[in-house]
């Protein structure tokens, strides 16, 4: 690729670090420019006679993802976006010029030079990054100069060996902090107001921050427990938050649905109307006690064969939930149905305590599904 005449050099603040492997170079760049001038040497499986390098063939880079590039595309948007985490790049010293009087690094505004090591995604998700009132989006970028092709491959490997994920639930739990509103901070508050409430069907039942600390009775995970429910509250968690934590203090609310969306969504309307969430916790609280007393023995103790009161009977009754809500509120999508409305749904359903089995109801999506089925179909909802 040419040089573009013009365009000139790009020259970032950059910073001199040395370590074992060798020395590195730590700035800080436009995204934009970022964007322009990186790429993913992607790995590739086949083999080919064509004369080119080893490194043709020997990519370090996983494939992108698309549905990440897209999630990452909309979070960038969001009015906390943050990528704290340096993206990092193999260059060569044609083109990386280090500057140690004045801190700086100049490169060219040429397209791929920057093979990157770490952060293809984040890179990928900046093309969604919508430029409003002339916002910008810096990256931390880690320069590596003539790398060796084996050292770019211990630097990724390391990355990706020594890396773990956050647990869902703990990042669940991280949104009690939150002082503006969202559905993730409702699902996290109902979640440890029943695990906490005495009496409650989930009380001791949910194994917050995803670590049980119990484990002859803690057997739902938080993330597990959150998202069911978030599922009925929001299409788009994330960007419910950012409307709330962008109107903070303001009066404005989001606007209600209706239709087949409200049915899909039914708790919602309620999630924007009682900023409590009290009302959903509610409705919660009755329909699970509906389930503890249908199958007591089911839902309140706990052993390897048992499924109910695990992920896989949880799912399936947070799925059938909906219908059992519908069918009780009768199109009025702020009514709370009792403990006692919730007890009928289950009359026709002939199923007992001792069919929760892992034999009957395999653990998994499989399970899930054939439980959510048998409800709808014995409950003819």
Known sequence: MEYLIDRPDIVFNCLEARQPIG??????????????????????????????????????????DPKREKDIGKYVNLV?????????????????????????????????????????????????????????????????VD????????????????????????VADLFAFAKSRSPQKTGHNIARALNEKSGSP?????????VARDNSRETITQDTFVKSLIAYI?????????FYKRNAGSSKKLPLVSGTEAENLFLRNLFI??????????????YFYAVSHKWPSAWNFVSNNQILNKSTGFIALMRFFKHAYLHLANGNLSAIPSKEQFLSVFTQITLTDSDFNRERYIPGSSGQGQLYRDLRDQSGL
């Open 23 to 64: 020395n590195m170079y730590v700035g800080i760049i436009n995204y934009d420019d970022l964007e322009y001038i990186s790429y993913a040497d992607v790995r590739r499986l086949e083999l080919g006679n064509d004369n080119r390098e080893v490194e043709e063939y020997i990519g370090i880079q996983r494939n992108l």
């Open 80 to 144: 906390d976006a943050t990528f704290p985490n340096s993206i990092i790049l193999a260059m060569s010293s044609e083109h990386a010029k280090f500057d140690p009087k004045t801190s700086t690094m100049k490169v060219p505004y040429k397209d791929d030079i920057a093979k990157v090591l770490d952060g293809q995604h984040r890179i990928a998700g900046l093309r969604g990054f919508n430029n409003r009132d002339g916002s910008a989006f810096q990256c931390i970028v880690t320069i590596y």
């Open 147 to 170: 790398m060796e092709l084996e050292d770019q491959a211990i630097v990724f490997a390391t990355i990706n060996k020594e890396q773990k994920n956050v647990s869902n639930s703990l």
């Open 273 to 286: 109307e009682d900023e409590s969430d009290v009302k959903i916790a509610q409705i919660i609280f009755n």
């Open 234 to 242: 929001s299409k788009e968690p994330q960007k419910d938050r950012d």
């Open 202 to 210: 989930f009380y001791q039942k949910i194994k917050i921050l995803g």
